[in-house]
């Protein structure tokens, strides 16, 4: 039973308008042709290196986040500006609607922004960093052309951003690019203001870390609740990320790459699932990556298997208790409360199954702290082969490459900090 999510991050939409509810015209001086430059970018990155190891005096970090309402009256224009574009009727809204108002109308995304924009204000202040944080959203108040006007009103025009989405693919990387570039155009700002993104960070130590604190305590509370259970056989841990369309999926991260059916997002997702299971010192214990949230007609094919058929099959093989563990996810947002905590647990319960679900990264110190070595990174210039990534497949480029996460739907849309298309 897969969850119905419309204002998911992996959602498949159409052609997208601005939050704003109009799709801006992107001054055509801003970009460069296919391949030629970096658009948008500071001087070291414009000629589009992997890896931008001159230092760069940013003004200003950008916390970019995806949004979400904050009350009831919220909600249906909320998920009329996740959907534009694509004819949604408001009845078909309020199918998805029922998460958030099952929550007053409230996603808790925003206050789980706000908390990390303190957290990292906190961090960078310990370290003697002076560089403000603005904070935008895709979809909801207070939106990136709100952020861009605030960091020009300061005279800030060398950012660096944070997305707050670890892996690479369409929806968690390129879009959060695209609405860079259309806040640019929407703004006139794209002669002014320049942005370049931190790398994504899915195998950085301090996003990895919490999981596994999760993973550990997770089985410990379960050995704990259920005396005599066999970890070995008696335990599936299950991690949990965002399905996304197989279309969009293979055609995530650069395509030289060559990393097959699930292309560069599956792939990651497997890596730093199979780095937290040894480095928990669980390896003895099976798992299995799943997915979650999917959205979209049943026609269209979508990553699997879904976390609730998962779990339907694991009394069969001899599973009494499951771990969850929401590893494509940074925070305890709508995706997390209801399609795990809500769903997934009452899988769990229908089928038998003791269950565990570990906390996302948050505000955790180690993931705060590694969000600020990313902004150092550039700051510094950092050499490749000092950055830190717990898997073999990054550390993740800085400048992304020509064609990296393509939407098949609608192909390539003006986007910065990449190499053009």
């Known amino acids: 039973m897969a969850a119905t999510n419309l204002g998911s991050t992996g959602a498949a939409a159409p052609e997208r308008e601005s939050a704003r509810g109009r799709k801006p015209a992107p001054a055509a001086e801003a970009y460069c042709a296919s391949g030629a430059c970096v658009p948008g970018a500071t001087e070291p990155a414009q000629s589009g290196p992997e890896h931008v190891t001159e230092p760069v005096a940013y003004d200003a970090i950008l916390l970019a986040g995806f949004g979400g309402p904050e009350g009831q009256d919220d909600v249906i224009p909320f998920l009329r500006n996740v959907t534009s574009g694509r004819g949604i009727p408001d009845e078909r809204l309020e199918e ?13 995304i925003n206050q789980q922004n706000r908390e990390l924009k303190a957290a990292l204000e906190a961090e960078l202040a310990r370290r003697g960093v002076e560089l403000p944080v603005i904070w935008g959203n895709r979809n909801w108040d207070p939106y990136l052309n709100d952020a861009l006007n605030q960091a020009n009103e300061r ?16 929806s968690s990387c390129r879009q959060y690019r695209e609405d860079f570039a259309d806040a640019l155009a929407d703004t006139g700002l794209a002669e002014t203001v320049q942005i370049d993104k931190v790398r994504q960070f899915f195998d950085h130590p301090g996003f990895v870390q919490p999981f596994i604190e999760g ?16 970890r070995t056989n008696g335990i599936e841990v299950l991690f949990a990320t965002h399905s996304i369309p197989s279309t969009d999926a293979a055609k995530s991260g650069p395509a030289e790459r060559g990393f097959g059916e699930g292309g560069a997002y599956a792939a990651q997702h497997r890596a730093v699932a199979e780095v937290v299971m ?29 976390i609730n058929d998962a779990i339907a099959e694991l009394p069969g093989v001899g599973r009494k208790a499951v771990v969850i ?27 038998g199954l003791e269950a565990v679900r570990v906390p996302t990264p948050g505000t955790h110190p180690a993931y705060v ?6 902004v150092l990174e550039r700051v510094n210039g950092t050499p490749t082969e000092e950055r830190p990534a717990m898997t073999e497949l990054g550390p993740w ?3 992304c490459r020509p064609g990296c996460c393509e939407n098949v739907r609608l192909g390539f849309r003006p986007a910065l900090a990449g190499i053009a298309p």
Not at 280 to 302: E, F, I
Not at 330 to 337: A, G, I, P, R
Request: with cysteine; aromatic share 10%; glycine share 8%.
């Open 215 to 230: 993973v550990r305590d997770g089985l410990a509370e379960l050995e704990r609740r259920v005396p005599g259970l066999d």
């Open 325 to 351: 563990v929401p590893l494509g996810f940074v925070s305890d947002h709508m995706e997390v409360l209801w399609d795990l905590d809500n769903e997934a647990l009452e899988s769990c319960e229908e089928h």
């Open 96 to 108: 998805v609607a029922h998460h958030y108002r099952h929550f007053d109308g409230i996603s808790p």
């Open 369 to 374: 702290a590694g969000l600020v070595d990313l």
């Open 155 to 170: 005279g800030f025009t060398k950012l660096i951003a944070i997305a707050t989405s670890a892996y690479s693919s369409y």
């Open 278 to 306: 040894r480095e928990a010192g669980t390896s003895d214990v099976p798992w299995q990556l799943v997915y979650q949230s999917r959205s979209g007609p049943p026609s269209m094919p979508w990553l699997e298997p879904d």
């Open 397 to 399: 480029y800085d400048v």
